[in-house]
């Protein structure tokens, strides 16, 4: 009886307009609208369209047209619509696909050149799977584990990405649901870049996860992203809609804070754009992690902080 009200009384709080308080530290906790899906890479492939992949400043894969065929082959399974990618790529659908094997290349190059076997991995911020699909699909593992604030996102790789995806709905609030020194390798794609609090609280979930060795790569907005963005950049015609930002309109030039934040909504997570400085993820972040090395919009438009768990 108790737990029929309570289901109740949550219809009631959405049926008049109140969001429910998981909804403040989470997204999409209670939707169940059916998810969709679009054909799976092979659908989407063409010499042409890999020629047209990547635009100047961007890494390419440089595969053969054969390599290209092994790696398509491998992951039979459903590309996202791009409303469930947050519309990652627009309607390239292949250049979503692409983006994520790039992605996954270039961790596993990077943590080999570090002395590290990639056997278990984590991506904090998974999204729909743009780059855990890849870790599944094309590499023999241990485990190949994603978190995500979006339960829409979740449900969707559990429903159409292979089984050896463990995935998990988690929230705001510093806590990844693994054991202590269970990953090799830990990633968070533009999750920092939203993170209005509790960062460092963070940064000691990813130490805790880390085994002994381990690395985690952090994408960030850096002092480099603020000088360089401009009119067509998502991120800045979305913070000219922020009145904080007007003031820095006019001779934007170095970043005015080591850590500066423009949140857009003060009741509900996942609503900020950060930036940082390298020095203050040097300095602060180190305190807690050992730097490794810091890559330049690798491969787009932020830049890369790598860390390791000291052995």
């Not at 042409?48 to 992949?53: F, G, P, R, V």
């Not at 053969?64 to 791009?82: A, K, L, N, Y």
């Not at 002395?115 to 190949?144: E, N, P, S, W």
Request: with cysteine; glycine share 4%; charged share 20%.
């Amino acid at each position: 009886m108790a737990l029929l009200t309570k289901f109740k009384n949550v219809a009631k709080r959405k049926l008049f307009g109140q969001t429910p308080w998981e909804e403040s530290i989470s997204l999409n906790s209670f939707d169940t609208s059916p998810l969709k899906s679009l054909p799976s890479a092979i659908s989407f492939f063409s010499a042409l369209a890999i020629a047209s992949l990547w635009s100047a400043n961007e890494k390419s894969l440089n595969l053969s047209e054969s390599e290209w065929m092994e790696h398509i082959g491998r992951d039979p399974h459903p590309v996202p619509m791009t409303a469930d990618r947050e519309g990652y790529y627009g309607e390239n659908h292949l250049r979503y696909w692409a983006s994520g094997l790039r992605e996954m290349r270039t961790l596993t190059a990077f943590a080999s050149k570090q002395g590290v076997q990639v056997d278990t991995y984590l991506d904090i911020g998974c999204a729909t799977g743009r780059v855990l699909r890849h870790f599944a699909c094309q590499r023999k593992m241990d485990r190949v584990c994603g978190v995500d604030l979006n339960r829409r996102h979740i449900d969707w790789i559990a429903q159409f990405l292979p089984g050896n995806c463990e995935v998990a709905q988690t929230t705001s609030i510093p806590h990844l649901p693994f054991e202590d020194n269970s990953f090799d390798l830990v990633s968070a794609f533009s999750v920092f870049t939203h993170i209005e609090a509790f960062e460092t609280a963070w940064l000691m979930e990813i130490k805790r996860i880390l085994r002994p060795g381990g690395l985690a790569w952090i994408t960030i907005h850096s002092e480099h992203t603020w000088q360089a963005m401009e009119p067509g950049w998502p991120l800045f015609d979305a913070l000219t809609q922020h009145p904080d930002f007007q003031t820095y309109l006019q001779g934007r030039s170095a970043l005015p804070q080591a850590r500066l934040v423009f949140r857009t909504s003060l009741n509900r997570s996942y609503s900020s754009n950060v930036f940082y400085t390298v020095d203050y993820t040097q300095r602060v972040w180190g305190r807690i992690l050992e730097p490794v090395e810091v890559l330049h919009r690798c491969p787009d438009f932020q830049d890369v902080v790598v860390f390791r768990k000291k052995p």
